[in-house]
């Protein structure tokens, strides 16, 4: 792959970690907005509490009120009925508070792992760019080791043809004789 490449799928790397920081942005949001919800119902909630507590305190004084006169039967019915309504109200709100812990934890789990992606995607991205510079590397020297050898010969032209003039002695390569090998230890 070659640097534009390279440089391209890096781009489109911090482009993903972008995107994906922007979408735990709006998780965490989102998780804001849910908490307020939640607190906007808990105080509803105490709200219908206290007006439950206000309506029990009044029914309980009609009650008293109706069983001094007699009518004990209809002030139990009205207690009852103001009990259930407050169960109802702890039944809903209890309710209300375990889908919020649940979509809390959904859009935690979702930022984790959109971190986790951005993260192994540059760790990627910087595995394959170190591999491709131990390749360059790795020519680099090859390059090298041919410079060398050609500063000890000698390349010039014999009546108007190239040639290579050779160190007396120069030993040839064993898989191919036109080849000689060429000792770039010893200088001249």
């Known amino acids: ?10 781009a489109n790397a911090a482009l993903l970690a972008g995107h994906l920081t922007q979408q735990c942005e709006r998780a965490a949001a989102d998780q804001r ?11 509803e909630v105490g709200r219908g509490v206290a007006a439950g507590r206000a309506e029990l305190a009044q ?3 009609g009650a008293v009120r109706d069983a001094l006169t007699a009518e004990v039967p209809s002030a139990v019915e009205a207690i009852a009925e103001s009990g259930d309504r407050l169960r109802l109200l702890a039944d809903q709100l209890e309710r209300s508070q375990a889908a919020t812990a649940k979509r809390i934890q959904m859009l935690a789990m979702k930022a984790l792992v959109a971190t986790v992606l951005a993260a192994l995607a540059i760790l990627g991205a ?26 000890h010969v000698t390349i010039t032209a014999c009546d108007g043809a190239p040639c290579i003039k ?23």
């Not at 907005?33 to 105080?43: G, K, N």
């Not at 390569?173 to 036109?178: A, G, L, Q």
């Open 1 to 10: 792959m070659d640097q534009t490449k390279m440089e391209e799928f890096v």
């Open 33 to 43: 907005a849910a908490s307020a919800s939640l607190e906007q119902a808990a105080a």
């Open 126 to 151: 910087t595995g394959y760019m170190a591999w491709t510079n131990v390749q360059r590397a790795e020519r680099a020297q090859v390059r090298a080791e041919v410079m060398e050898a050609l500063e």
């Open 166 to 188: 050779l160190e007396d002695g120069t030993p040839r390569w064993s898989k191919n004789t036109d080849y000689i090998l060429v000792d770039t230890s010893t200088t001249p």
């Open 59 to 61: 029914t309980l004084r």
